[in-house]
């Protein structure tokens, strides 16, 4: 396992400190932050389309969300990967399907491998949303969201349960220039086991993870710390997550 230790030290909440968490997160979604958090568990296809000079090229894969936690199935460099993003953690693990093991890199790192794919909605790319209005895209009744932020910048719908749906818009890194177009479909809501986000135990490395076996309640200090914490951190542009 290669191992990350970069922006780590995680911040585990649980009960009514991660609603709390979660209902200040989403109220600073729209205030201009995060992306807010889906309402519900969900399985979708994804179809990443970057236009350069060079072509055109897409690639597709499966995800899943439940709350903060995230997985990406596709194939990377003829390769099954499943990306796992962990924002409570401050990791991203990367696990290699057929060998059983995994790379883990901090959340603010970078993650070797991972950057060349776009993604606009995912904890690891710093853009800030504010909530434009409700627009019916594709026949679907959506939220609509200006994002911008590191050299990314487009607009992203949203399910009314805040499921991504669409992402338009273009990354620019020195002279190079890309188009990027994210779509959403084959929404399925359904309940998402735990097990997703996890890394399987006969994975290589696996005592190595940064990932609890027990998450410890919150007191109430604990609680008017993190309130404060969000406040600042999302006035500096930088977002901080717990374990909900």
Not at 17 to 41: D, Q, T
Not at 116 to 144: A, I, K, N, Y
Not at 166 to 175: D, H, I, K, N, P
């Amino acid at each position: 396992m290669r191992r990350d230790t970069r922006s780590l030290g995680p911040l585990r909440f649980s009960g009514l400190a991660g609603l709390i968490v979660s209902i200040a997160l989403s109220s600073l979604a729209c205030a201009g932050g995060r992306p807010p958090l889906p309402a519900i568990e969900y399985q979708a296809e994804v179809s990443v389309t970057v236009r350069d000079a060079s072509g055109e090229t897409t690639t597709t894969l499966i995800e899943r969300g439940r709350d903060v936690f995230r997985r990406r199935e596709f194939e990377l460099e003829g390769k099954p990967v499943a990306v796992i993003d962990r924002p409570d953690l401050r990791v991203t693990w990367l696990l290699d399907l057929e060998s059983r093991t995994f790379d883990e890199f901090g959340r603010f790192g970078d993650a070797e491998g991972l950057e060349s794919l776009p993604d606009p909605f995912g904890s690891r790319q710093p853009l800030r949303f504010v909530e434009e209005g409700s627009e019916r895209l594709d026949g679907v009744e959506t939220r609509r969201f200006r994002a911008e932020g590191r050299g990314v910048s487009g607009v992203a719908w949203f399910t009314l349960d805040y499921i991504p749906f669409r992402f338009e818009g273009e990354r620019t890194t020195g002279a190079s220039r890309q188009e990027i177009v994210v779509q959403y479909t084959d929404i399925e809501l359904r309940s998402q086991p735990a097990y997703h986000f996890a890394i399987p135990t006969n994975y290589e490395g696996y005592a190595l993870r940064s990932q609890p076996s027990t998450q410890t309640p919150m007191s109430t200090d604990e609680i008017d710390d993190v309130r404060r914490r969000l406040r600042e951190e999302s006035q500096r542009g930088r977002p901080v997550m717990g374990t909900f």
